[in-house]
């Protein structure tokens, strides 16, 4: 059974920092593509980052681009986000998501998810 569980997620002012960790298990880690969505409340689910199987590719969306880093150790099965400068508009429910093959921006077309972690930014 494949499980992504998010954590590392919290209140924090505006201008800090918060380390998101996905730790994945019941697949072959390295063999998926990595994505973190994030959902604020009555908007759409939206695309944040994404990371390939090996590492070597990352893609940002253009509002966290520069302050969010994406990565992941694959001998520890896990992804991570990095978010500097938090924005109160940065405020959602962070998801990962795992996708077999090549990496994508469209959350449809992940396979599994996790079950979320909040992150508030205070202004």
């Known amino acids: 059974q494949v499980q992504l569980v998010e954590s590392g997620g919290g209140l924090v002012q505006a201008g800090g920092s918060l380390r998101l960790s996905c730790a994945a298990s019941?697949?072959?880690?390295?063999?998926?593509?990595m994505g973190w969505f994030r959902q604020a409340p009555g908007k759409e689910r939206e695309f944040v980052a994404h990371?390939?199987?090996?590492?070597?590719?990352?893609y940002y969306a253009d509002s966290v681009k520069g302050r969010f880093t994406i990565s992941r150790d694959n001998a520890k099965n896990t992804v991570y986000l990095q978010m500097n400068s938090l924005k109160p508009e940065d405020t959602a429910v962070y998801y990962c998501a795992a996708k077999i093959g090549r990496v994508t921006t469209t959350p449809a077309l992940y396979n599994y998810w996790g079950q979320g972690t909040q992150v508030t930014v205070s202004s």
């Open positions: 990371i390939s199987w090996s590492g070597g590719s990352t």
């Open positions: 019941g697949l072959t880690f390295s063999s998926y593509a």
